[in-house]
């Protein structure tokens, strides 16, 4: 089993910056494919950025493209999201997930483990 437990949510103005950060425990991370989703009400999880297991592939959603940035310490056991030049509509709940594949994906159904959720949002 894996828990995840994100944090540094919060409110900001748009053009802000924020660090996500998602700490694992039950085991260790190295062999699991995670991504971060997002959610706003009425509306399907949605995917936004992915990492393998390594860091060396990462995967973005058209929308944070150039934007934001993922990353991962192994070591620490924890997953990151970076966001810069933050908007409006990048408002939503952000959920870590992690699967136990060496391979991406953009599906949530295709995630076994997921955070608690963390809000964040961009006033304008």
């Known amino acids: 089993q894996v828990q995840l437990v994100e944090s540094g949510g919060g409110l900001v103005q748009s053009g802000a910056s924020l660090r996500l950060s998602c700490a694992a425990s039950?085991?260790?991370?190295?062999?699991?494919?995670m991504a971060w989703f997002r959610q706003t009400p009425g509306k399907d999880r949605e995917f936004v950025t992915g990492?393998?297991?390594?860091?060396?592939?990462?995967y973005y959603a058209d929308s944070v493209k150039g934007r934001f940035t993922i990353s991962r310490d192994n070591f620490k056991n924890t997953l990151y999201l970076q966001m810069n030049s933050l908007k409006p509509e990048d408002t939503a709940v952000y959920y870590c997930?992690?699967?136990?594949?060496?391979?991406?994906?953009?599906?949530?159904?295709?995630?076994?483990?997921w955070g608690q959720g963390i809000q964040v949002t961009v006033s304008s």
């Open positions: 039950g085991r260790t991370v190295t062999r699991l494919t």
């Open positions: 997930a992690a699967r136990p594949s060496l391979y991406n994906s953009y599906y949530a159904n295709e995630y076994g483990y």
């Open positions: 990492i393998s297991w390594s860091g060396g592939n990462t």
